[in-house]
């Protein structure tokens, strides 16, 4: 099972606490730092000191770490580009050395948008698709050819496909709870397919129906990799657990209801229930990126007995 650590900088971070968060993610064993792509922080979070863009943070933690992949739970499709946010990622790969992954959403907090300018179309699905076709045409295209779309949202004509990614192919996730349309996007671009904050139970379901959706493409559902966002508060004692969920404003049950809080031995066992649901990789979403103990702990003992 691999463990990464999943943040949400718009809730209040600064860069600075955010490459604190990754330097520890890299020492402490972990396989991956990802981040949100927001602009505006949720629930009664003041946000300060505002947000941080989600492809800068990257850049910059890609020449400020070198073992743990770098990525986005979800970039949103209406934020950029699919042309600018092809270029955008692939120079990030070349920054990283290879270690980067996109993963791209249609895009759902429309208060964002108003409050910072950014068109929200009612057709996100739609262009979702399309920004796929194009940011993966870009980097498949063979180095000295040339690639053109000619669809309903975007259109590209003879464009070089440059720069090119390290990675022969950056892994791309697509994920959500979604019956249908998900899961066939799913089926024809993703090398990840991701289900955040579900219950076993939905976990379950939704990963069947990505499997479905594979087979029906002509892949071997094998091909991709299965994986959970869960929120998670881990403790040595109920005190500790207790003090963590209170410095997210969340409820110890609650948490234990829909999350990974606890013990951590009772956190090895909820993540061995996914597992059997058909998860290989876990991102650990981190509320509190002041709390490192609470990292150290997790890697101590929680990675140590998955692995």
Not at 124 to 152: I, N, P
Not at 294 to 301: K, N
């Amino acid at each position: 099972m691999d463990l990464r650590i999943f943040t949400e900088p718009q809730q209040g971070a600064s860069y600075d606490t955010l490459l604190t968060v990754a330097k520890a993610t890299e020492d402490l064993g972990f396989d991956a730092f990802f981040r949100s792509d927001h602009y505006l922080s949720m629930g009664s979070a003041d946000g300060l000191p505002g947000p941080t863009d989600a492809w800068i943070t990257l850049a910059g933690l890609a020449r400020e770490t070198s073992r743990i992949r770098l990525g986005t739970l979800m970039t949103a499709g209406t934020f950029r580009l699919p042309g600018v946010l092809a270029i955008q990622v692939a120079q990030v790969d070349q920054m990283s050395g290879g270690r980067v992954e996109l993963g791209l959403g249609a895009g759902w907090f429309e208060e964002e948008h108003k409050a910072y300018g950014i068109p929200f179309p009612k057709e996100k699905f739609a262009r979702l698709e399309e920004q796929l076709a194009v940011v993966t045409g870009l980097w498949g295209t063979e180095t000295g050819k040339t690639f053109s779309h000619d669809g309903t949202y975007y259109t590209l004509q003879d464009s070089p496909a440059l720069p090119k990614p390290v990675q022969q192919r950056i892994p791309v996730l697509i994920g959500g709870h979604g019956a249908t349309r998900t899961p066939r996007l799913a089926a024809r671009y993703a090398d990840e397919f991701n289900i955040p904050f579900a219950s076993l139970e939905d976990t379950e379901r939704q990963f069947g129906r990505v499997r479905a959706a594979a087979e029906e493409a002509g892949r071997t559902p094998d091909d991709l990799v299965y994986s959970n966002a869960l929120v998670v508060c881990a403790g040595r004692d109920d005190a500790e657990v207790a003090r963590r969920a209170a410095a997210i404003g969340r409820d110890v049950d609650e948490l234990k209801a829909n999350g990974l809080a606890g013990s951590p031995a009772e956190i090895v066992d909820k993540i061995g229930r996914y597992a059997a649901a058909g998860s290989s990789r876990i991102y650990l979403q981190i509320l509190d990126l002041d709390d490192l103990d609470h990292l150290e702990l997790l890697s101590s003992q929680v990675q140590s007995q998955l692995n």
